[in-house]
């Protein structure tokens, strides 16, 4: 049964300092999304990749966030320096977009990541 | 531009009673449509989709959803609550490259 992975599930921080999440994607899907979820700003999206290249990332702080895909089975989100309003849950999804999807853009999600800077 | 909107981002109903989540989208073209569940401390995980087949979809956990071009809507329904479907719910549909999801209409059952 293929899943996206991440890593850490929980992870605990102090200000200041550099965080580093991680998701494997499904194997086969072509398109990767990074998301964050608040109480008070719901579900949003910071960015996603096709075929490992940048194709949004308006959604994303650029002075301290930043999002890669170093090869096909990972992709990281850092954030440096981390601040407390970084706190949230971090979703990463995949799937196949495209023409071979033909507008069939369903996502599958990872667990999340837990996110809290103290 | 595609989008989404679900209408009431709180619905409480009783354990056996009908579930009814609305969902209204806006597309340029015809559309894919998704519902998602987000159960406590977990990823989402798709309901069901809709993909231009069959206008009624059947999902898991005994949901279904019907498109309705005229009313451009696309609500979830079950016909009797269970305790365990107390959850998130996501309507989404689908944009250019990604899917563009609805704020979320949180489902709480009364015993």
């Known amino acids: 049964d293929a899943r996206v992975t991440q890593t850490p599930r929980d992870k605990v921080t102090e200000m200041g300092q550099e965080v580093t999440m991680r998701c494997q994607p499904i194997?086969?899907?072509?398109?990767v999304f990074w998301y964050r979820q608040t109480m008070m700003q719901g579900l949003e999206l910071l960015a996603y990749?096709?075929?490992?290249?940048?194709?949004?990332d308006s959604g994303m702080p650029k002075d301290r966030f930043s999002a890669e895909m170093p090869d096909a089975t990972l992709a990281t989100l850092k954030i440096q320096p981390s601040e407390p309003r970084d706190s949230a849950v971090y979703f990463c999804?995949?799937?196949?977009?495209?023409?071979?999807?033909?507008?069939?853009?369903?996502?599958?999600f990872g667990p999340g990541t837990r996110l809290t800077v103290l | 531009a595609q989008s989404v909107t679900q209408l009431g981002s709180h619905v409480s109903v009783s354990e056996g009673a009908l579930v009814l989540l609305r969902c209204n989208y806006s597309s340029s073209v015809p559309p894919y449509l998704f519902w998602y569940v987000q159960y406590p401390n977990q990823g989402l995980q798709l309901l069901l989709k809709y993909t231009s087949a069959a206008t009624l979809v059947k999902g898991i956990n005994g949901f279904e959803a019907e498109f309705k071009k005229s009313e451009t809507s696309f609500h979830l329904t079950k016909p009797s609550a269970h305790m365990s479907d107390a959850a998130e719910y996501f309507c989404?549909?689908?944009?250019?490259?990604?899917?563009?999801f609805g704020q979320g209409t949180r489902l709480t059952i009364n015993p």
């Open positions: 999804a995949s799937g196949r977009t495209g023409i071979l999807a033909g507008g069939n853009n369903e996502q599958f």
């Open positions: 989404a549909v689908s944009g250019t490259q990604k899917l563009v």
């Open positions: 990749f096709r075929n490992r290249a940048p194709l949004d």
């Open positions: 194997l086969g899907h072509n398109t």
